[in-house]
């Protein structure tokens, strides 16, 4: 059975994207603006992000896939997901900001480059962010909301590791808040993408495949991304409270819905 893409089935899972990619404004004004960032802050919300989107990947979107078009074949498209954000990160692999600032570049031109580098990368792995939290919206609002809610999380530092570079090499926060925006902006766009692609033919069967796909990318972000940043210099306990937090709300809201 074909499902009905129309402008109000679309708008939510629209507007969801936008707000889940320009979250990276959020971390970009948090590290220009804001004097004090405890550390233990981000590790508790990158836990409690990872933990949402684990939790729902497997006991969701999965689940749901394996209901409606079997267990091999969910599994497949589950594994052909994570193996697809593999193949973009290692082409493309994440520069993070300690990876340029610790170095101490001789040259604000070196800092610079490295900004738009962080700030290109982040942006092409957003894509399929994007492409995850509409299709998700697309087939369950609830569930959209949750994915886009933890996505949003996991942005904010990304807007932190975009901006900063770009604000020491220029001084000018209006270009670090910027470059931050625009990288976020990719979220949307990788959803006008799916959108794009999935409308001729989207049936329930089409959006199965999806959801299960969506899981191994949600997966794949949280193992390879998520939690080496939450556990980073740090005893982990913090980390893991968010990793706990983050399943117990999103079982809580599956069990409310």
Same mark, same amino acid.
């Given at each position: 059975? !074909? ?5 109000? %089935? ?6 969801? %994207? ?46 749901? =896939? ?18 697809? +954000? ?27 480059? #490295?900004?738009? $580098?962080? #700030? ?11 492409? =995850? &939290? ?10 959209? &909301? ?14 932190? =590791?975009?901006?900063?570079? &770009?604000?020491? !090499? ?11 925006? +625009? ?5 949307? &766009? ?25 899981? *191994? ?12 940043? =939450? ?10 409270? *968010?990793?706990?937090?983050? +399943? #117990?709300?999103? #079982?809580?809201?599956? $069990?409310?819905?």
């Amino acid at each position: 059975m !074909a499902v009905e893409i129309t402008r109000s %089935t679309i708008f939510i899972p629209l507007l969801l %994207t936008v707000l889940a990619g320009l979250s990276t404004a959020l971390g970009s004004l948090l590290a220009l603006f804001i004097k004090t960032f405890h550390q233990k802050y981000l590790q508790f919300s990158l836990g409690l992000s990872a933990g949402v989107m684990i939790y729902v990947s497997f006991v969701e979107l999965l689940a749901s =896939a394996i209901e409606k078009i079997g267990f091999f074949r969910a599994n497949g498209i589950f594994f052909l997901g994570m193996f697809f +954000m593999m193949i973009i990160d290692f082409a493309i692999p994440h520069e993070y900001l300690d990876e340029h600032v610790k170095r101490e570049p001789e040259s604000n031109r070196k800092l610079m480059k #490295a900004g738009i $580098y962080i #700030a290109l990368g982040i942006a092409i792995h957003n894509l399929p962010e994007g492409l =995850a &939290v509409f299709v998700s919206a697309l087939g369950d609002t609830s569930l959209g &909301v949750s994915l886009a809610f933890a996505i949003a999380i996991h942005n904010i530092p990304e807007g932190i =590791a975009i901006s900063l570079p &770009v604000y020491y !090499a220029t001084g000018s926060r209006k270009k670090a808040f910027w470059y931050s925006v +625009m990288s976020g902006i990719a979220e949307p &766009v990788g959803a006008l993408i799916g959108l794009l692609l999935l409308m001729p033919f989207l049936t329930q069967s089409v959006l199965s495949f999806c959801l299960s796909f969506v899981a *191994g990318i949600m997966v794949f972000i949280s193992f390879d991304e998520l939690l080496p940043l =939450a556990f980073k210099d740090e005893d982990g306990h913090t980390a893991m409270a *968010g990793l706990i937090l983050g +399943m #117990a709300i999103m #079982a809580l809201s599956l $069990y409310l819905m």
